[in-house]
């Protein structure tokens, strides 16, 4: 039991630093500020899921055949590496490079952490806890990227050096606890022989096979991918589109606070809503909750738009911690990692290809009409997907 609550208290200290990304709610204006076009930084973006397209399977791997430990580490001193190149780039080519450096670290991070927790939980048979525990993780994450977006408002005030010499230093804090974690035990991957990278492919196929075995899983995950990806443009392109609307960087900052702090609020009850509405009910009132919003957010005025961002993003602070409880009740330890990676990696593909394209097209016929062009295209893949699993059952 004490050593089930160290690990689980320390992988709530170590997201806490983890999290402490001062530039969160601002990147965009500072690629703005060093000359960088919309469609420039689409582009930009669009290497960071590059990045994690190719490597998201791989390190997902790793996490499941080396230690979910392992694999933090490697995280953590990639997410150093993007602030360094951050603080010292001027040029699209370096940009590139850090948003690669960003990249690799949220593959390395990508189901460690969820699996970490979860293991540890089940070597003591504690695993309905897990919403709960995955809820605090989500919330102190939450709570610390709030704390980060608004004193980086502040700090951009006075100095972009500000903003990512103290993401270094904090992310050289985050090394701390990971240090004093103990690799939970878990199943382990069969030893098929031959080379590393026999066993590599085998865990991929394990991986895969969930997907296959388990088609309860298929809507959710399609759905989870879409949202999350539309909900990734909103917010990164909604940065400099309330500038736009005259609201300065301080007021911006202040805005992606309040809605940390409430998806805080959303990840801590998520457990309760959970106990007491079914899965499905959640997913697809959720939905419609998700596209009025989304409409509300479009054609609102003044301090309607920012509200109805509020509750966009709130969606899925409290649907992520339910999504991911159901879909780590279905898998084994020993490729818990892989299979988030596989759903990492899909959704890292969608916003790889949509979120350089919604830069130029905001170029050429503004933000009204690129969120009406992006509500559209979500609405059609979401209602087509649903319409032709209906047809599948008849």
Known sequence: MFKTKRNIYMLYVYLFFAQLFFD?????IYLGDKGMTFGEIGLIEAFLHLAIVLFEVPTGMIADLYGRKVSLIFGNVFSLLYSLFMLISGSFSMFTLAFLSMGLMVTFHSGAEQAFAYDTLKNEGREKEYTKVIGNMTAIALLSLSLAKFLGGFMAEVSWEWVYGATIFTHVLALVPLFFL???EREKTEDIGGRWYNQWVHQFKLGVSVWRNNPIIHTPVVLFVLAGAVMVIIVFYGQEYFIQLGYSSVVVGAVFTVEGLLGVVMAKIAYKVEERFPFFNILYYGLVLFIVFFLLFIFATDWAILLSFLFLAQLLSLFEPIFS?????????HVRST???LIGLMESFVIMISFPLFGFAIERTGFTNGFIGLLLVFFTMVSGYLVIQQFKKV
């Open 182 to 184: 103990k690799e939970p």
């Open 24 to 28: 969160r709610a601002l990147w965009v």
């Open 325 to 333: 409880s159901f879909v780590q009740n279905l898998l084994k330890s």
């Open 339 to 341: 299979f988030f990676s």
